[in-house]
């Protein structure tokens, strides 16, 4: 009896994969063509709207409420606040630091409020710190429903909390199951299909049928996530023989850009899943994986890929200069590897919404299984991507000067902030070079004879 059903549940499974293919490799591609996603989109820009003015609403009432509390305010109190403000006013005055004097002097008239300009300016970077906070995720102007960025307005009011419990119901009974299908689906049609591709003879015809391969796997897994992708300036897309770089904000970056062109990736070689992905992806294309000791040895990686850039008929390497993730407002400190290799720069800038999923994985925070877990529950993955133009190395420029060139541009074309720090910080000190350079410009406020 326990055979019968054994054989009768796989009977049922293998007639129903055919089917579960289809609907996703036809039917829901082909309602994204008919406009359903934009329409997705539109209602949850109403309901983030609906969400935003219930909240002023009760925001509002609330202040009302508080200033009908308020009793008459104290006069002796006020005019102690008042010159207390003139005395931390007189006090900064006082402890300026423009004014020039010599060495004895100084040392001479030394007061304990010659440092406040320097508290002051290490508390405020301190409170607002433009390093530390790429690294966490960005604050939303309007509430997006997700009680993971805000846990304080699902209780509002009585209508707010009827939508907020549908959209979770929605989230985890509808999309969360259709998203983890479309995901199995496209992982078990990329290692099959693959498999079969490295069977094929090494010729244009095997890297055409690769290539479509390639994106139609990509756009079911982009599906799995609700993608909705916007892509700029096509014509700018990375050829052959050149390297593609980008701003790095989450592993999905590599899902976005490739539903739309095919490169060849660069990494550390993996076992286990990974590695069964990795070895999936080189029978078809020729990527490049390294060994553990390799990624140490610079010269050994520079080669390995000034030999797949010199062949136009390769894909074009696609590499994060940054080296970590961002939270999407701030672009920083490109690593210069990847500008000494030599070919054509082909910079690309990616820009998430924020309102309908924060991208940004915080991997000291949030492991690899969890984050695919919050973007699966996520509404959807709304980004814009603009190709910019490609860009050569000039005569006599640096590879750090070309580095920095081509993050302008992309902090600039996405609306990022350029910060010129290194974004392994939050794994490790700062550099002694960085501090020298911050004492210089506080020893310049110190103007001795």
Request: overall charge positive.
């Amino acid at each position: 009896m326990a055979l019968l059903t054994h054989s009768a549940v796989f009977l049922w499974g293998l007639s129903i994969f055919p089917i579960v293919v289809s609907f996703s490799t036809v039917v829901i591609p082909a309602l994204s063509s008919l406009g359903l996603c934009k329409v997705y989109i539109d209602c949850l820009e109403r309901a983030f709207e609906f969400a935003t003015a219930r909240i002023q609403q009760h925001d509002s009432r609330q202040d009302l409420n508080e200033n009908r509390r308020e009793t008459l305010p104290d006069n002796n109190a006020a005019l102690q606040k008042e010159k207390n403000s003139l005395t931390s006013i007189k006090q900064e005055q006082k402890s300026s630091l423009v004014k020039v004097r010599s060495y004895g002097t100084l040392r001479r008239e030394f007061e304990l409020s010659d440092a406040y300009h320097f508290c002051r300016q290490g508390i405020e970077a301190i409170a607002d710190d433009s390093v530390t906070k790429c690294f966490s995720a960005a604050e939303l102007s309007s509430w997006n429903l997700l009680t993971r960025t805000n846990t304080h307005y699902e209780f509002v009011s009585m209508r707010l909390t009827i939508l907020w419990v549908i959209g979770f119901l929605f989230r985890y009974c509808c999309l969360l199951p259709l998203r983890f299908v479309l995901t199995v689906v496209s992982v078990s049609l990329f290692v099959m299909t693959t498999a079969a591709i490295g069977l094929m003879p090494n010729s244009r015809y095997k890297r055409h049928v690769s290539k479509y391969v390639s994106l139609m796997c990509y756009r079911i897994l982009a599906r799995a996530f609700s993608a909705v992708v916007t892509y700029h300036n096509k014509e700018n897309r990375a050829m052959g023989g050149g390297i593609c770089v980008a701003n790095h904000t989450s592993p999905i970056d590599v899902i976005i850009l490739a539903c739309d062109a095919c490169y060849a990736m660069v990494g550390q070689r993996h076992g286990g899943f990974n590695g069964l992905i990795q070895r999936a992806m080189s029978r078809s294309e020729a990527h490049i994986w390294f060994e553990r000791f390799e990624v140490k040895d610079r010269q050994a990686v520079s080669n390995r890929l000034k030999e797949h850039v010199s062949d136009p008929d390769k894909l074009p390497i696609l590499i994060f200069p940054e080296g970590t993730c961002i939270n999407n407002t701030s672009v920083m400190m490109f690593k210069k590897g990847s500008f000494e290799i030599g070919g054509t720069i082909y910079p690309v800038a990616m820009k998430y919404d924020a309102r309908f999923c924060d991208a940004f994985w915080n991997s000291s925070k949030h492991t690899m299984i969890q984050y695919l877990l919050l973007m699966m529950t996520s509404w959807a993955i709304v980004c814009d991507v603009w190709y910019l133009p490609p860009m050569h190395r000039k005569e006599g420029e640096g590879a750090v000067e070309f580095a920095n060139r081509v993050k302008h541009e992309i902090a600039q074309k996405g609306g990022l902030v350029d910060l010129i720090w290194d974004g392994q910080l939050k794994r490790m000190t700062v550099k002694e070079d960085f501090k020298k350079e911050q004492q210089k410009e506080y020893s310049k406020l110190l103007k001795i004879e």
